[in-house]
């Protein structure tokens, strides 16, 4: 026990780690904001400010898991969904504000990745039961069961590569355009002791590479998530 206290202090801690805490209380303190104005507002008078925010982000996030997932499969997940897809968006465009980005970070992808993939195997055990859950590998042959063990592990390793790569990526780019940019402004006398180039330019990349690309990644991955997880659900009866 010793040993394990002196080996977890020891270790230095990754940048990401602080990153996910001030993440996490943003979210949260946004959530009690949110909780708060809507107690406070006057159910008769039409949302505005916080409690707007807060019907937005309830209708986007049940009306995705909805359509993916039918309303009475939805009703479980869609907290969950609501959830993720925040701390993803929160995380993506987090290199706008001078935080290192989790989901740069592959360890953050690949347990978003395994939550997901949990999910997915909970749905296949609830829906099928004990036997069929682990003789399904083995249709319509026992010959296929490495194509389908593979085929049920392929969620979590594309996931988790797919959001990964895609925010890496566009990190490693601006990076490298930084860089360039000031050994062009190094050319200039006087004033190319700093990068005066790079920030003239940037905010153009950075609202590709870190909004809109933050944007497509999690509503990606949150509709990844509800599709897999809706395809092992039983299907729900058509209303006539």
Do not use: C
């Amino acid at each position: 026990m010793n040993q394990f206290l002196e080996w977890a202090f020891s270790t230095p801690l990754q940048v990401e780690v602080i990153s996910i805490w001030i993440i996490t209380g943003l979210i949260i303190a946004l959530v009690f904001a949110i909780n708060h104005a809507i107690k406070k507002a006057d159910v008769m008078a039409k949302p505005t400010g916080l409690v707007l925010l807060g019907v937005l982000i309830v209708q986007t996030f049940s009306t995705i898991t909805n359509d993916n997932m039918g309303k009475h499969n939805a009703s479980g997940y869609a907290p969950y969904i609501g959830a993720l897809a925040l701390f993803l968006l929160f995380s993506n465009i987090s290199g706008l504000f001078g935080l290192a980005q989790p989901t740069a970070n592959y360890s953050v992808t690949l347990t978003l990745a395994l939550i997901s993939f949990v999910l997915i195997q909970r749905a296949v055990f609830k829906t099928n039961g004990f036997v069929k859950y682990f003789t399904r590998l083995f249709e319509p042959y026992p010959v296929f069961f490495i194509m389908n063990f593979f085929g049920a592990v392929a969620p979590l390793v594309s996931m988790s590569l797919r959001l990964f790569g895609n925010i890496t990526g566009g990190t490693i780019i601006m990076l490298l355009f930084y860089t360039f940019t000031s050994y062009l402004s190094g050319f200039i006398p006087v004033i190319g002791q700093f990068d005066f180039i790079g920030p003239l330019v940037a905010p153009f990349l950075h609202a590709y590479f870190d909004l809109f690309v933050g944007f497509i990644q999690m509503y990606v991955f949150i509709s990844l998530t509800t599709v897999f997880v809706a395809n092992e659900l039983p299907s729900e009866p058509e209303i006539n």
